[in-house]
């Protein structure tokens, strides 16, 4: 299983940027993928998650209504559309997997809070002006 984040950079308030998240080595289809971050200092926190299927999300927090996730099956890809970000938002962006069908909302909210099994190796967003 191999995940992979691009797209981070430094921007400044208010500004956006499109994070992707390349898979390998697994069936993308059977995997619901998340979006976490860690800030310096920081417990890690979850910053937004979608089902195998692309039915459900999960954008918690400070993140909702700025923050769109979304996949392509096809390209073995999720996104993470970041708007109106804030300097609170800096932090190293990773994206991670946990092989599951289910499209219960309850159990993508606990995925995206407590993690999930697969993880790549981050990017890093500064914000700042």
């Known amino acids: 299983v191999q995940l992979q984040a691009s797209g981070g950079g430094s921007v400044q308030p208010g500004g956006s940027l499109r994070l992707a998240c390349a898979t390998s080595g697994f069936p993308f289809e059977n995997y619901a993928i998340g979006w976490f971050r860690r800030a310096p200092g920081k417990e890690r926190e979850g910053v937004s998650c979608?089902?195998?299927?692309?039915?459900?999300?999960y954008t918690p927090g400070s993140s909702k209504g700025r923050f769109t996730i979304s996949r392509d099956n096809a390209e073995k890809t999720v996104y993470l559309q970041m708007n109106t970000l804030r300097p609170e938002d800096s932090a190293i962006y990773y994206c991670?997997?946990?092989?599951?069908?289910?499209?219960?909302?309850?159990?993508?909210?606990?995925?995206?809070?407590?993690?999930?099994?697969?993880w790549g190796k981050g990017t890093q967003v500064t914000v700042s002006s």
């Open positions: 979608i089902s195998a299927s692309g039915g459900k999300t």
């Open positions: 991670a997997a946990v092989r599951t069908l289910s499209e219960s909302a309850e159990l993508l909210n606990y995925y995206c809070s407590w993690g999930m099994d697969y």
